[in-house]
């Protein structure tokens, strides 16, 4: 049975910092592409973040590059998502993803494309 399981996440102010963990068992998170999507009340779910499972190159949406870090822990068999310079558009619920695709670079953007899901964690960005 796979279960990711996200943590985390909390109430910070703006400019802030948090680090979000994914941690998986029965897949292993090095063979899949992975991804953070966030949902805001009343907004579809994005994806802000992914990390390939080929090489662990990363790749990042335009409303957090420069901002956000997606890291991979194979020993641990975990996914990070550091987010720096937080700001009030960031609140929302985070979710990690995970795709089972090995030796992919290929970086799939919609939330039906992905197999497996955690169950999220609330991130608010507030003053």
């Known amino acids: 049975q796979v279960q990711l399981v996200e943590s985390g996440g909390g109430l910070v102010q703006p400019g802030g910092s948090l680090r979000l963990s994914c941690a998986a068992s029965?897949?292993?998170?090095?063979?899949?592409?992975v991804a953070w999507f966030r949902q805001a009340p009343g907004k579809e779910r994005e994806g802000v973040s992914w990390v390939s499972s080929s090489d662990g190159s990363t790749n990042y949406a335009d409303s957090v590059k420069g901002r956000f870090t997606i890291s991979r822990d194979n020993a641990k068999n975990t996914v990070y998502l550091e987010m720096d310079s937080l700001g009030p558009e960031d609140t929302a619920v985070y979710y990690c993803?995970?795709?089972?695709?090995?030796?992919?670079?290929?970086?799939?953007?919609?939330?039906?494309?992905?197999?497996?899901w955690g169950q999220g964690t609330q991130v608010t960005v507030s003053s």
């Open positions: 029965g897949v292993t998170l090095r063979y899949c592409l």
């Open positions: 993803a995970a795709r089972p695709e090995p030796y992919s670079t290929t970086y799939y953007h919609h939330a039906h494309e992905y197999n497996y």
